[in-house]
Nanobody
Framework: QVDLAESGGGLVQAGGSLRLSCTAS????????GAWFRQAPGQAREFVAS????????DYGDAAKGRFRISRDIAQNTVNLQMSSLEPEDTAVYYC??????????????????WGQGTQVTVSV
């Protein structure tokens, strides 16, 4: 069974940093790409960042540009999200996901067929 396990969430003050990690059992990322999404209470799931496994091409949602950085560790089968200059508006459950093969719309949650359980990130004022 292939699973994704997120870690690294927690409570941080505004302006602080956190690093999230997503470790896969199996090799689901190698099909296409890995990504991070987030979901705040009462809101839709929001695209944060994606990374194509083969060449490392990255893409970011508007809220993440300039503050977050997604990376991959091929040997460890891990996708990481380094978050800096965190704001209270970044408070959400962050989910790791692995995309279906031959996909292009990596910002679209329906592109992904494997999701982690999520990790809570809370940013205090």
């Amino acid at each position: 069974q292939v699973d994704l396990a997120e870690s690294g969430g927690g409570l941080v003050q505004a302006g602080g940093s956190l690093r999230l990690s997503c470790t896969a059992s199996g090799q689901p990322f190698s099909k296409s790409a890995g990504a991070w999404f987030r979901q705040a209470p009462g809101q839709a799931r929001e695209f944060v960042a994606s990374i194509r496994w083969r060449d490392g091409t990255t893409d970011y949602g508007d809220a993440a540009k300039g503050r977050f950085r997604i990376s991959r560790d091929i040997a460890q089968n891990t996708v990481n999200l380094q978050m800096s200059s965190l704001e209270p508006e970044d408070t959400a459950v962050y989910y790791c996901a692995a995309a279906r093969p031959y996909t292009h719309s990596l910002w679209d949650p329906s592109t992904y067929d494997l999701w982690g359980q999520g990790t809570q990130v809370t940013v205090s004022v």
